[in-house]
């Protein structure tokens, strides 16, 4: 037989002294006793989509029954119930390749093939979309009984936290964290119900210190005091319920922030007045130095060297007249290690044979090919904003302020067959605004028009800033950020996800240690050569984790954290009509306690011939992958308590 059991966070929840993991091990622990000697068993769960492998050990059985713990991320149900039924397919093939000598009208199954799912019936444990296979399994698989038994409560009561929101994923040394957290709660009695919402961070020794506390009612979005004293390389933390409601797991979630020191940005510039704007937007001057999210070094060209590329980051060409060969190769040099460089062409004193020779067009996205005017002003397109520098007014709801500026000359270029269109003109013929072209591991970003005032204000190219100051700010602080490219990756992963731990050129690795939250083990780990990431695929915990190297020379140390789904709050269950079409109209069984189980297992073998010494079982404790309402019961299902 096989034995499946989910194991995901709801199964914690407590109902008359019992998690549901309790509740659906004691009835699966009563149901193969009540086998006959030498059926044959396979025990899994929902963790994961091993294998399903038959034994004859019972007591081997009920023991890893009672081994299965809480796991965090879960297969959808119906997949691991079409894996059982396979399992079975194979098994029943087998059977009648050992009959070859009989004539195959006269063959038959020994086996007496029956399906158990313990589950609470939680719509989002199953994949609907993947309804209509399932379905057509069972048709193809008549031979088969399932039988689903529901383990969930009737009326469950919970709080949670959820919709953990951090004001930066990247905060300056010195800088200032907000987090802001929901509360919810679900059942009867709780939405006048009070309780207390902390926020911790963990200092350098790990310990949980307590940085601010609120009293919360369901409903309440709470939005703690900035936190600061925050250590590079990274901070941690957590937002906690003070709760005393059946399922803990999901009153706590968990952070990781990455504390880095402000990218250096360099700007040159020939009129300092054409680049001032930017230099404000990147680092307003009522910011102190440690809030700013850049340090901003502005730079006259005639101090522009080579050496001068020795630490940036990024490096903003504010209309240079004529970059020398040699800056053009230290520049390829810098954008090839990683680093960003953003050129703009806002001035009639751009020469073009500057930036088109054989140097300058081996990293830059476009030749310049003619200095036009719109007549009347045109504007930037941006009815597209899936670049990710654009990304931010998407979530902003749009760019329509930065869509009203007005443009009135720019440089017209021919895109490098390398290079893309990020922002095109609206003119007919959208000649490119902002492209962008990758080199090596950095990137390049040309813009054909100003970003601030031109000489003396004579000859008016584009209203940026103009009376457009939070777009502008907003467009250039993306551009250099996206141009940064701080490989923070990722920090706050929901379980289940694969997790991604980008890799710093700063700090090789060649070899890590991964330590889980909540243990003192350390998992061992290799870098393959060459390798931009660490990927981790047993993040099967919630909580924080932490990697150093390994080496006792390394510095490299990173870190993630990872919550709860937030689907495991999520109380609705599935309808009948739901069930019907996973599995068929009459395919199948609902019962709730185990003297039910027996009366419809008894009904559903009538006619059916058992062989005990040959009977193949599968169970399939499906444990409940989240919480359960009252949506769905047979009329005859009687309440927990009447199982005793």
Known sequence: GVLFRSTSLSMGYQH?????????????????SRLPAGSRIAVADTSNDEEILFQADLVGAKARIDALEIHPAAVPLNIRAGNALDAQLTDREFQFADQESIPEKLRRDSHLREVYLFTDLSAHGWKMTAASALQETMKEFEWANVYIIDVGILEPTNFSVSALRLSKRVVPIGGELIVTANVDGVGKGTANETRMLELYLEDMSGKRVKKGQQLVQPGDSVE???????????????????????????????????????PQVLVVY????????????????????????????????????????????????????????PIWNALGEFVEEGNGLFVVLGNRRVDPVAYNRDSAQAILPGKLLARLAFTPAERLDLGVLEHPVLKKFDTLGGAAELSFIDIHRYWRVETHKNASVVIPYSDWRTD????????????????????????????????????????????????VHYLARQRIGTLNYIAGETVLVPLDPQRPVSRYLMQKPGTFQQLPGEVAEGSESITIEDADLLGNYTLVGADKKSNFIAGFSVNPDPAESDFTRLEKSELNALFGEDRYDVARTIDELTRRVSQGRIGQEVFPFVLAFVLIVFCGEHFVSNRFYKAEQEPEHQSK
């Open 16 to 32: 008359e002294n019992k998690t549901r993991l309790q509740r659906a091990a004691e009835i699966a622990i009563e149901q193969l």
């Open 224 to 262: 703690f005091s900035p936190v600061g004293g925050l250590r590079a390389p990274m901070s941690r933390g957590e937002v906690r319920l003070v709760s005393s409601d059946p399922l803990e797991g999901d009153d706590v979630l968990f952070f990781t922030v990455a504390v880095r020191p402000p």
């Open 270 to 325: 020939q009129n300092y007045d054409e680049a001032h704007f930017w230099i404000e937007a990147l680092a307003p001057g009522e910011l102190k130095e440690s809030r700013a999210r850049f340090r901003v070094k502005p730079l006259h060209v005639s101090k522009f060297k080579p050496s001068s590329l020795a630490g940036p980051a990024v490096v903003c060409l504010i209309n240079l007249a004529t970059p020398s060969v």
């Open 432 to 479: 490119p605004a902002l492209l962008e072209r990758a080199y090596g591991k950095g990137r390049v970003l040309l813009f054909t028009t100003a970003v601030g005032r031109t000489k003396s204000g004579r000859e008016k190219w584009a209203d940026l800033p103009g009376g457009h100051g939070w777009p502008y700010v907003i467009l250039a602080d993306q551009i």
